[in-house]
C-alpha cells in the first residue's frame, strides 16, 4: 500500500466519522462521504469493498485510539485513593471525548448498541481498567466482596461516559428536532470542566445519600414490582415475525420481505398500514413503550417513600428487560439496521410529568442532584441497567434471584463509591434560600 493510498483510506474513515456522526449513524451513506471528499462513490471502493468493511476499519481505529488513550492515561496516573483515581480517570475521558465529539456518537450510536457483536479488543478495554480500580476499591472498603467491587468498576466507567453525552444535551429551547444530542456542538473548555466535576462528585458521593433500603425491603419490593411475562400485552405480530426470522436468518438476513412473509402478507401490503418501514416499527415501539410506562408507574405509586420509588424504577426497569426478549431482540434488529429511536421532545414530556417523586425529593432534600430536570437520574438509571441486563439470571429465575445485584447498583447509586461526607458536598445548590431554609424547617418539625 503507497501512501497516497494509505492517505485517503485514513480521509475515508475520518470523514465516515464526522458525515455518519451527524446522523448518530442511523443514515450511513457511502454518497455522503464521497461528496464531501469530492470522488465518486465508485472511486471509494478502490479502498473499501463495501459499507461493512469500512465500518470494520472504523472499530478498529476507534478500539486503536481508545486503547493507546487509556494505556497513556494508565502510564502517567498513579493515585493513592478512589477518589483521585475517579478524577484522574474523568479527566482522561472527558479530554478524549470533548477531542473527538464523533467518537463519542460512535459509541453510543453504534458500538455499546451492539454488545453481542463487539470485537476482543473493545471488549479487552475494561480489563486494564478494572486492574487500575479495584485495588483502590478493595482498600477503600475491604468487606466489599469481587462481585461488588465489580459492579463500582463498571458503574464509574459507565457513569462517566454518560456525563460526557449530557455536555452534548441539545438546549431546551433549540429549533423541533428529533434528536436530543447535538454533536456538532463545540464545548467550552469552562463547561466541560463544570460538568466533569459535577460527575466526579456524584460518582464519589452518590445521588441521595439520606436514602436508604435493608435487604428485607428491597426482598419486598423486588417481589411486589417485578414484571414478568404475564404482565406484558398479547404478543404483536409484527414483533414476533422479526424475532422469528432473526433466529432463522440472523440480523443481517432479516429483510422486511421475510418479515412481511412471516406475517403472512406481501411487502406492499404491508406498507398499507405504514408509510414505511421505519414508521412501522417505531408505531410498534411506541405501542410497547406506553405500555411499559403503565406498568412503571403503577409499580412506583404503591410505594410510599421515595428511596422505596426510585428501587422500583429499578426493578421495573430490570424485569421488563427480562421479561421481554422479544422487544429486546426488535431492538437490536432495528440498531442493527439503524433505524433511530430517538423520541422527539414532545413525546418526553408527558412521561417526565409521570415521575413527580424526584421533583418532591428535589425539594426536601432526599435527592441531592440539583439540575434542573432530575429525571436525567432515571435515564441514567436506565443506560446504566441496559448494560448490566446481561450479568443478571434469567426471568426464570425470578426476583430473588436479581435482588443481590439490583441491591449493589442501588447502593452505589445512593452513595456513591462511599467516599462523600454529606456535611460537605461542592455541588452547588440553586434552590433559593427561603426554599432551603422551608426543607430545613420542615425536617426538623
Not at 20 to 35: D, N, P, R, V, Y
Request: contains cysteine; hydrophobic residues 45%; proline residues 4%.
Amino acid at each position: 500500500m503507497n501512501d497516497h493510498h494509505r492517505e485517503q483510506k485514513t480521509a475515508i474513515v475520518s470523514t465516515a466519522f464526522i458525515e455518519w456522526g451527524k446522523t448518530h449513524f442511523t443514515a450511513m451513506s457511502l454518497q455522503a462521504i464521497a461528496s464531501k471528499l469530492s470522488i465518486t462513490k465508485p472511486a471509494l471502493y478502490r479502498y473499501f469493498r463495501n459499507k461493512d468493511e469500512l465500518l470494520d476499519t472504523m472499530v478498529a481505529t476507534f478500539a486503536g485510539d481508545l486503547q493507546s488513550g487509556i494505556a497513556g492515561f494508565l502510564d502517567r496516573s498513579a493515585p493513592d485513593s478512589v477518589e483521585a483515581a475517579v478524577r484522574d480517570y474523568y479527566g482522561f475521558l472527558f479530554d478524549f471525548f470533548t477531542a473527538r465529539r464523533y467518537y463519542l456518537a460512535f459509541l453510543l450510536f453504534y458500538v455499546l448498541r451492539r454488545i453481542k457483536v463487539l470485537p476482543p479488543s473493545l471488549s479487552a478495554l475494561r480489563v486494564p481498567l478494572n486492574a487500575y480500580f479495584m485495588p483502590l476499591l478493595e482498600t477503600r472498603a475491604p468487606n466489599r466482596d469481587s462481585v461488588s467491587r465489580a459492579a463500582a468498576s463498571r458503574f464509574i466507567q459507565m457513569h462517566g461516559i454518560f456525563w460526557v453525552m449530557q455536555l452534548y444535551r441539545r438546549e431546551r429551547n433549540a429549533a423541533a428536532e428529533s434528536r436530543l444530542l447535538d454533536f456538532r456542538k463545540r464545548i467550552p473548555r469552562s463547561e466541560m470542566v463544570k460538568v466533569r466535576d459535577q460527575a466526579v462528585v456524584y460518582c464519589l458521593e452518590g445521588y441521595c445519600q439520606r436514602a436508604g433500603l435493608d435487604e428485607a425491603a428491597m426482598a419486598a419490593i423486588s417481589a411486589a414490582c417485578w414484571i414478568s411475562p404475564a404482565d406484558l400485552p398479547e404478543p404483536d405480530r409484527i414483533f414476533s415475525a422479526v424475532e422469528a426470522v432473526i433466529g432463522e436468518a440472523g440480523l443481517s438476513g432479516a429483510s422486511v420481505e421475510r418479515i412481511a412473509e412471516r406475517i403472512g402478507i406481501n411487502k406492499s401490503s404491508l406498507y398499507f398500514y405504514f408509510k414505511n418501514r421505519d414508521t412501522m416499527l417505531k408505531e410498534t415501539i411506541r405501542r410497547e413503550r406506553d405500555h411499559f410506562i403503565a406498568l412503571l408507574v403503577e409499580r412506583i405509586e404503591t410505594r410510599a417513600s421515595f428511596a422505596e420509588k426510585l428501587f422500583a424504577f429499578c426493578v421495573a426497569i430490570l424485569s421488563y428487560m427480562k421479561s421481554n426478549p422479544p422487544l429486546m431482540s426488535v431492538l437490536h434488529w432495528m440498531q442493527y439496521q439503524n433505524i433511530g429511536l430517538t423520541p422527539f421532545k414532545d413525546d418526553l414530556q408527558p412521561l417526565i410529568e409521570k415521575f413527580d417523586f424526584l421533583k418532591r425529593a428535589q425539594r426536601s432534600g432526599e435527592l441531592t442532584y440539583r439540575g434542573e430536570n432530575p429525571v436525567l437520574i432515571l435515564v441514567f438509571i436506565f443506560f446504566f441497567l441496559m448494560n448490566e441486563n446481561r450479568l443478571v439470571p434469567s426471568i426464570g429465575a425470578g426476583p430473588r434471584a436479581a435482588v443481590r445485584h439490583l441491591g449493589r447498583i442501588f447502593s452505589i447509586l445512593c452513595r456513591g463509591l462511599g467516599t462523600g461526607n454529606p456535611e460537605k458536598r461542592n455541588i452547588t445548590d440553586t434552590r433559593s434560600t427561603q426554599c432551603r431554609k422551608q426543607s430545613v424547617s420542615a425536617r426538623r418539625s
